[in-house]
């Protein structure tokens, strides 16, 4: 296991944080455990998230989105989407909220998200002046020459994700709509599992980032209509998981090294995101029945790897902001309790 350590001056942006919150160290194994203290770190190395990145220190102002999706009912898909804001220089938080009581409260490693108080990246984006891009090109497997990644008419206001809400972003749609970006203009292999992607917004540099490898969810989240949950008991299951990359040191948050969640959302509600769960252990995730019993009768369970990387990008003159490439491989089902 490997410990992340958090401290102030390393945090990552949320984007309608006023003040600095106070977080624990954060442990994470090979395949992105992730507990407060006491968990059940059992090495002394410490990978600090995001330490290294231009933008980790800035105040969030961007975002690419680009995942590799296998939804139950449709064919495997890509979705991506990419906007640039500036706003309010809010004072920020850790990417994830840290499980209460260390992972030894009710909820386990599970975060709750429910009650309109999301944590990054669910967080509404509020106070944002959006910008016009007047280059999105995304390059890398499955593409020929460079993907212009549009504005639809109407242009999609909503991430499929994260469920937060723009007045102005390019590609994303819903799946399946044909008048959206994702089902019109891309195809599977437009987000390759261990690719390597690059996206010029046309400022700065081209950036690049990693497609996470694929892997076989547990459950048959993603390939199953429905995944039958039991109420009243804990949800125990297992995954083999991709090698991870920690740089040369072990200790490195490079741009392949790629973190585990399971996440329950509600479509139905006007806050969606309901619980956020980090692995117990490499391939190993129990869901605590207080979890479970909390959940609404049908949803969404999200299983995925994603990895994260935080780049810094100028939005009004003489400003910098992070923007950060987010890219998943991912797998949706529906749930039912039983």
């Known amino acids: 296991m490997r410990r992340i350590a958090l401290p102030m001056t390393a945090l990552v942006a949320l984007a309608s944080c006023s003040q600095i919150l106070g977080v624990n160290d954060v442990t994470v194994g090979d395949a992105g455990v992730a507990v407060g203290d006491g968990g059940v770190a ?118 499929n994700s994260t469920f937060r809400k723009y007045s102005l972003s390019y590609g994303g749609g819903a799946p399946g709509d044909r008048d959206g970006f994702n089902a019109s203009m891309t195809t599977a292999a437009m987000s390759t599992p261990g690719g390597d992607y690059t996206l010029d917004i046309g400022k700065g540099t081209p950036m690049s980032y990693y497609m996470p490898e694929r892997f076989t969810a547990p459950l048959g989240i993603g390939g199953t209509a429905t995944v039958k949950i039991p109420a009243n008991q804990d949800l125990t299951y297992t995954w083999t998981t991709p090698a991870n990359d920690f740089g040369a040191s072990g200790t490195e948050h490079t741009k392949k090294t790629y973190f585990n969640f399971t996440f329950f959302a509600d479509p ?28 609404p009768a049908n949803g969404l369970i999200v299983h995925a790897n994603f990895s994260h990387y935080m780049e810094a990008r100028e939005t009004m003159s003489g400003e910098q902001r992070r923007f950060d490439l987010v890219s998943t491989y991912s797998n949706i089902s529906q749930y039912a309790k039983q």
């Open 42 to 159: 059992t090495g002394s190395t410490e990978l600090r998230y995001g330490g290294g990145h231009p933008g980790v220190a800035l105040p969030e102002g961007g975002e690419l989105r680009h995942d590799n999706v296998r939804m139950s009912g449709m064919p495997e898909q890509t979705w991506v989407m990419v906007y640039q804001y500036t706003g309010p220089m809010l004072a920020q938080t850790a990417p994830f909220a840290t499980p209460a009581e260390g992972g030894k409260g009710p909820f386990g490693n599970c975060v709750d998200e429910r009650n309109g108080a999301p944590t990054w990246p669910f967080t509404p984006i509020t106070g944002a002046t959006y910008l016009t891009l007047l280059k999105r090109q995304l390059t890398g497997p499955g593409i020929t020459g460079a993907l212009d990644i549009i504005k639809t008419k109407p242009a999609n206001t909503v991430d």
């Open 268 to 295: 139905t509600s006007p806050s969606p995101a309901q619980f956020f769960c980090f692995p117990d252990s490499d391939g190993h995730q129990t869901i605590p029945a207080a979890v479970i019993n909390a959940l």
